[in-house]
C-alpha cells in the first residue's frame, strides 16, 4: 500500500496554469500506474492522466490532451500535473491515484490507492 499527497492546486483565472504534486510514499512497484482523476460538483469522478512509474508511457483524457503533461521526473517519488491554458470547465477536485497493473489503465477501479485531493478552481 502507498500513500499519497497532493499539493498545488489553488484559484487561478482562465488561461492560467498550474501545477499539481503527487508526493508518493511506502513501497512502490515497478508495475503500478500512477494516475490523476478530477471531480467537480454533482458530476462523476473522471480519467485526465496516467503514466506507467517505470517511465515512459503517458496516456491523457481527450479533454485535456495537448494542455496538460503529466511526468514523474527523474525517476524521484513525485507525479506532476502540469496544466497549461486552463478553462473554467476544469474546475474540480484533483485526485492522485496508483494501480498495480501491467498495462495501462484509466479506469478508477483499478486504482486502489488514492489521495486525499486538492481543489483547482478556474475563473471566466
Known amino acids: 500500500q502507498v500513500q499519497l499527497v497532493e499539493s498545488g492546486g489553488g484559484l487561478v483565472q482562465a488561461g492560467d496554469s498550474l501545477r499539481l504534486s503527487c508526493t508518493v510514499s511506502g513501497r512502490t512497484f515497478s508495475s503500478y500506474v500512477m494516475g490523476w482523476f478530477r471531480q467537480a460538483p454533482g458530476k462523476e469522478r473522471e480519467f485526465v492522466a496516467a503514466i506507467k512509474w517505470s517511465g515512459g508511457s503517458t496516456y491523457y483524457a481527450d479533454s485535456v490532451k495537448g494542455r496538460f503533461t503529466i511526468s514523474r521526473p527523474n525517476a524521484k517519488n513525485t507525479v506532476y500535473l502540469q496544466m497549461n491554458s486552463l478553462k473554467p470547465e476544469d474546475t474540480a477536485v484533483y485526485y492522485c491515484?496508483?494501480?498495480?497493473?501491467?498495462?495501462?489503465?484509466?479506469?478508477?477501479?483499478?486504482?486502489?490507492?488514492w489521495g486525499q485531493g486538492t481543489q483547482v478552481t478556474v475563473s471566466s
Open positions: 491515484a496508483a494501480a498495480i497493473v501491467a498495462r495501462m489503465t484509466t479506469s478508477p477501479s483499478d486504482f486502489r490507492s
